[in-house]
């Protein structure tokens, strides 16, 4: 009597699977979307790079428009780190500091020659030759500094990233 | 120079003269380092800051201290010269006369590895706590494992 009571015509093995599993791309897709849509960076910027986060966030080129609000520069609000300038292996513990005070899921946009690659200053005793050797980067935008244009072009590069669930440490649900 | 003409007078035959292009410019050597703290301090009478502290890395055997002396009113420049022991190498601290020496020495300390003796807070200023070495001496090398070194315990 118990079986036909628990059994009906909703119920058949490994439905409740499948189920959580469409829920969750559903929810996935919709969370990503959002997550795209409101992108507040964390402006680290250390050198001269940072002169040029002024024009981005102004009216020009606009990023208020993609969604990316300069709100409160705190990493404890922050999705997105905008790591701009030379990182010395001193700051690189400052860095790695901010990085783990924000919240999940976060991405890293490196902007200029000296944060992507070490730059100027590649040979130094005292410089990290590229931030992905400490936290992971989602985004390179190169140039010596780069224009506020393609600070946009690489907020829509991650954006589109986001969208398409291609960041592979956010992929399954795995954070981390 | 008048003041560096008073000081040779207060210590004689302590200082000697090293030729100088400009008039308001002189250089003088000291050669007993235990005596520079007596030195710089009769000189804070005639000069108001401690413009520099300059240290160059002359291998084999010495390291050459240069303290750049700067008088507002007479527009002077008095730089006293110390040869210091490139193996054991230390000197007294004037972070006692002159106050802004206090970070000039905690940066020769951390870019040349030179003790002060009697520094009120000798740390590294620069470099991370934990650095190995000091990089601006003529023997440091820059290998691929002083690139890379980052100081945090991780692996990607």
Redesign the interface.
């Known amino acids: 009597m118990a079986e036909e009571h628990g059994s009906n015509e909703f119920s058949y093995p490994g439905m409740s699977e499948i189920l959580f599993m469409k829920a969750e791309k559903f929810i996935e897709t919709v969370m990503n979307w959002g997550r795209s849509r409101s992108l507040w960076p964390l402006t680290f910027g250390t050198k001269c790079c940072a002169m040029e986060m002024i024009p981005f966030g102004a009216t020009k080129v606009d990023a208020d428009r993609m969604g990316t609000l300069f709100v409160g520069d705190s990493p404890r609000q922050a999705d997105l780190i905008l790591c701009s300038g030379t990182i010395s ?2 700051m ?2 400052r860095l ?1 500091n901010a990085y783990e005070q924000m919240p999940h899921p976060k991405y890293v946009i490196a902007v200029g020659a000296c944060n992507v690659s070490g730059g100027l200053f590649h ?4 410089t ?2 590229g931030i ?3 936290i ?1 980067t989602d985004v390179f935008i190169p140039g010596c500094p780069p224009r506020p244009e393609m600070f946009m072009d690489a907020v829509i590069v991650l954006q589109k990233l986001i969208r398409e669930n291609k960041i592979k440490r956010y992929q399954n649900g795995v954070f981390g | 120079m008048e003041s560096l003409d008073r000081i040779k007078g207060r210590f004689p035959s302590m200082l000697k003269d090293v030729p100088s292009t400009n008039d308001n410019e002189a250089v003088v050597e000291l050669a007993d380092k235990t005596q520079l703290r007596k030195i710089v301090a009769e000189a804070k009478k005639y000069f108001d800051l401690l413009f520099m502290l300059m240290v160059v890395d002359r291998p084999p055997k010495t390291f050459e201290m240069n303290y750049v002396l700067s008088s507002y009113s007479k527009k002077d420049l008095l730089t006293i010269r110390v040869n210091i022991d490139r193996d054991e190498a230390e000197i007294d601290s004037i972070a006692g006369i002159f106050t802004s020496a206090e970070w000039e020495e905690r940066e020769a300390y951390d870019l040349f590895g030179i003790d002060f003796r009697h520094h009120p807070d000798q740390r590294r200023i620069l470099l991370p706590e934990d650095w190995p070495g000091h990089p601006l001496r003529k023997d440091f090398e820059v290998t691929e494992e002083v690139k890379n070194w980052t100081g945090l315990d991780m692996k990607f």
């Open positions: 292996k001193k690189a513990r790695l040979d130094s005793y005292n990290i030759e992905d050797r400490i992971p």
